[in-house]
């Protein structure tokens, strides 16, 4: 929520977590990506134009060592009042050290 606020300027909600708290949905009412983007007819279907943002959270997950999906399943291009990114835990990454990698 906060990293959304402070780099796109826009509140986001985080809803539905699941009971084993290893999926959510961000929900923007508000999205800063698409003010002036209008998708042509032949598009609208194929073309998901806010997933940067699932690449974004994707590579911050990433970097804290979580390995997610994340998809756009609401989108205000295609007709839905709101933006929604479904994110789901895959995995926790670990770090292994290389054998005599530790070595300085």
């Known amino acids: 929520k906060v990293g959304f606020k402070m ?5 986001a909600a985080v809803v539905n977590f ?3 708290k290893q999926s959510f949905v961000i929900q923007l009412e508000d999205n800063p990506l698409i003010d002036f983007v209008e998708l042509p007819a032949h598009l609208k279907d194929k073309l998901y134009y806010s997933n940067l943002l699932c690449g974004v ?5 990433e970097m804290v060592q979580m390995k ?3 998809k756009i399943k609401k989108c205000p291009l295609k007709g839905d009042d709101i933006t929604e990114i479904k ?17 300085f």
Do not use: M, S, W, Y
Not at 87 to 103: A, C, M, R, S, Y
């Open 68 to 70: 997610v999906e994340c």
């Open 87 to 103: 994110v789901k835990l895959q995995e926790i990454l670990t770090t292994e050290i290389p054998v005599g990698g530790g070595d």
């Open 18 to 20: 699941n009971p084993k």
């Open 57 to 61: 959270i994707r590579g911050a997950l």
């Open 7 to 11: 780099f796109f300027g826009v509140t």
